[in-house]
């Protein structure tokens, strides 16, 4: 293989720098010329494909989001479009493509490969919620990011005896919830993953109260319920000043933690050189440590992520 290109996709993620700058770094390392394409899909429809060096790299391991940009393109779900996409990188000889993004990312290399392109996935989201492998590129950070908001909350809420809801992103995965909740100590935690009882959060409220307990921190995925009505109803129930605070788009920046640029560092070189093997349509995971890799095809519509009952367990018993 002659010349690879890379683009980052979909949601951002802090580690999406230093796993361009492993595919980059390492196809140069074997005489292997490698294209960046900017925004996603959206940049190699209109042709945003730029030749990258080793300069292209310099000082980006320690830097937030993805300096290649990304984008939401609807449009990709179109073939024809898809196949416009194909020819330009043709045109630029580039034969194969590395995609670091979530879910829906993945969809789109699942279907570039499917038109005989060949494309790895590296599983780039804050969310953790893509299939075979244990870790997303981001995901580690993000959750610091949210555990250090939530300390904050804790402070203020103890000093006026508040409930505090915390929405927490993930879409439609509750692991950035369930670890924030193990690792802010929170009183309740609410994910997509396991039904949601109004009366029985009622009830480990007042449970606590009786403890003693000065505040109560509720920590909930984005998308289950509203969480200013919910705030509201429990204000209601309890007499107790209750508080939403939604994170939103702080979660996503930020330095990447150390343990997102080793992870993303991996993935990236492992990636050119499942390719550099011959190897295509492939996802890449990282699984009890190790690297490995699945049919993204095999990944996309027959692998589920195993929920993490032990966590959910544990938030509870520890409140
Ligand atoms: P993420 O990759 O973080 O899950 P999205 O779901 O927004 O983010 O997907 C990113 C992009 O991937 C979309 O904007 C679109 O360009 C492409 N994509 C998503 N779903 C498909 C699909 N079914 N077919 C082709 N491309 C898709």
Known sequence: IKKIGILTSGGDAPGMNPAIRAVVRTC???GIEVYGIYDGYAGLHADKIVKLERRSVSDVINRGGTFLGTARFPEFKEEQVRREAIQNLEKHGIEALVVVGGDGSYMGAKKLSEMGYPCIGVPGTIDNDIAGTDYTIGFMTCLNTIVDAVDRLRDTSSSHNRISIVEIMGRYCGD???WASVAGGSEYV????KDFCE???LAQLADGEAKGKKHAIIAITEHVTDVNALAKRIEEQTGRETRATILGHIQRGGAPMAFDRVLASRMGVFS???L???ESARCIGIQNGKMVHHDIIHCLEDMKRPFR??????SNVLF
């Open 28 to 30: 140069l390392a074997n």
């Open 176 to 178: 950035l919830t369930l």
């Open 190 to 193: 609410i994910v997509p993953e």
């Open 199 to 201: 009366e029985a959060l």
């Open 272 to 274: 050119v050189e499942l």
């Open 276 to 278: 550099m093997k011959g």
């Open 309 to 314: 009952e032990d966590l959910f367990e544990l």
